[in-house]
């Protein structure tokens, strides 16, 4: 029986034994599954506020520049939400570059065409500063076209985007000025002097407004303010612009007052008395344009100013008041051989044959580069039948001619080619050619002759020479007697 009992022993403690074995083994895969399951609710609400940030971010991309994060699961759905939501802003983004880029190059049809579609994809106007840009830019192309009330509604759109926009402000009130809306326009630009109150522009503006309403006092005070601390240069240049400007657009009165505050300012812009002439022609006065033009040619020279003269004295005024202002023009600039050609075609133009023809000599000598006048002169010769003097001219035009031609001079060698080279044929030097005139390349010195003509040129010098060494030789051998040497 005592064995026994002790069996029953050893057999439950064998039993026990291998039950905590099993149980040792089963424990660790259990406790990691309880504990799976006790943490999956943290790690649910973990991946879902990692997938509702990577959702905000993509919200929030669509209105500023901060890189999406689409790495991971949640980031390729927030990525896909975000295209979804940026669609139109981006289809509007790429058609207002292509519009900007089609209005740089000149083509307005498609410009227009691509910021109507811009705009009508980015409606909720998320690319503001481009709205701005699209509606400046499409109020000018309907100022181009005469489309005032159009160009007035784009410019004040551009300033209800953006309210302290300088050139919106300043467009929306030129085009309540050009409607003659006086009220809106002063206002308009009264904001412009609260935005920038150096702006010349403005204070233009305010000068023109006030003179055409009468406002006499404050026309002035703004002219001064425009003169005030700027240079001339910079004034005349104003005044030019919009002189232009009001020219292109018929308005002469305006353009011309704007010219001739320009020549108040510096009396010696040529350009401007041909513009103020032109502007004098156009309605209807051609003495007085003939008189502008006069005043351009006493300052000086200008082939615009002189196809001019020449016009209105053959068609408008008269020969005679143009022959006039030319001689006059003459005394101040005798040694201009430009002025005595104009006066020899105008006096030509009046049938003072003989006077014209001594003008046009004149000319040529005063000019010899002025080709015109020689091929004048050369005809006039050939048909009085001084066939050798008119030979003489042609060929002092064409000496001119070729003397002015562009020619490139080696700056090592001084080898001269008629075309422009990398590399010198002559020293074989890189990079020496320079541009210049021929006579300006044969004043730098002797020009470079080819390997040829220098070939030849040596081998004549050798045989000059020898000839001269060979006459001093015996013949056959014996010394040659001369005549004190005889017996």
């Not at 509702?52 to 927030?78: I, M, N, Y």
């Not at 009330?149 to 309540?176: E, F, S």
């Not at 000319?363 to 003097?389: F, I, T």
Request: glycine share 8%; aromatic share 10%; hydrophobic share 45%.
């Amino acid at each position: 029986m005592q064995d026994v009992g002790l069996l029953t022993d050893i057999l439950i403690l064998l039993g026990a034994f291998f039950l905590g074995f099993l149980a040792g083994i089963v424990f660790m895969p259990l406790r990691r599954l309880v504990l799976a399951f006790w943490n999956t609710p943290g790690r649910m609400l973990k991946g879902t506020q990692n997938v509702r940030a990577k959702l905000r971010q993509a919200f929030r991309t669509t209105s500023t520049e901060e890189p999406l994060d689409r790495s991971g699961l949640s980031g390729s759905l927030a990525g896909a939400v975000s295209d979804l939501l940026t669609l139109r802003a981006r289809h509007a983004e790429a058609s207002f570059r292509e519009g900007m880029a089609a209005f740089d190059e000149g083509a307005y049809e498609l410009a227009r065409h691509k910021f109507s579609r811009a705009i009508f994809w980015d409606r909720g106007q998320e690319l503001r500063p481009l709205h701005v840009l699209a509606h400046l830019r499409l109020g000018w192309l309907d100022e181009q076209r005469g489309a005032w009330k159009q160009a007035r509604d784009h410019y004040q759109r551009a300033v209800q985007l953006d309210a302290d926009n300088l050139a919106a402000t300043l467009r929306l009130g030129m085009i309540h000025f050009q409607l003659g809306e006086m009220g809106p326009a002063i206002f308009q630009f009264q904001r412009a002097l609260e935005l920038d109150p150096g702006n010349l522009d403005t204070h233009y503006h305010l000068y023109a407004i006030y003179r055409q309403a009468g406002m006499e006092r404050e026309a002035l005070e703004q002219l001064r303010i425009v003169k005030a601390g700027e240079s001339n240069e910079t004034v005349v240049a104003l005044f030019s612009r919009y002189g232009e400007e009001h020219f292109r657009m018929a308005r002469y009165g305006e353009a011309v007052s704007d010219y001739e505050l320009a020549l108040q300012l510096d009396p010696d812009c040529v350009s401007a008395y041909v513009a103020l002439g032109d502007l004098y022609y156009l309605q209807q006065q051609p003495l007085t344009a003939l008189e502008a033009w006069g005043r351009g040619l006493w300052v000086g020279f200008s082939e615009a100013l002189a196809e001019r003269v020449l016009a209105v004295a053959a068609d408008d005024v008269g020969v005679w008041p143009a022959i006039h202002l030319v001689r006059e023009c003459m005394t101040r600039h005798s040694r201009d051989g430009r002025y005595p050609f104009l006066l020899s075609k105008l006096l030509q133009l009046a049938g003072e044959e003989e006077e014209s023809t001594a003008l046009l000599e004149k000319a040529v000598r005063l000019a010899p580069l002025l080709l015109e006048a020689k091929e004048r002169l050369g005809d006039l010769y050939s048909r009085v039948g001084l066939h050798a003097k008119a030979e003489a001219v042609y060929r002092a035009g064409l000496d001119a001619a070729l003397a002015e031609e562009t020619v490139y001079r080696c700056q090592v060698c001084g080898y001269v080619t008629g075309q422009e080279q990398a590399r010198c044929f002559q020293c074989n030097r890189w990079a020496t050619f320079e541009a210049m005139t021929r006579s300006e390349a044969g004043a730098r010195g002797p020009m470079s002759r080819s390997l040829r003509e220098r070939a030849t040129s040596v081998r004549q010098s050798l045989r000059e020479a020898w000839t001269r060494v060979a006459g001093q030789l015996p013949a056959g051998g014996h010394p040659v007697l001369r005549e004190h040497d005889q017996p």
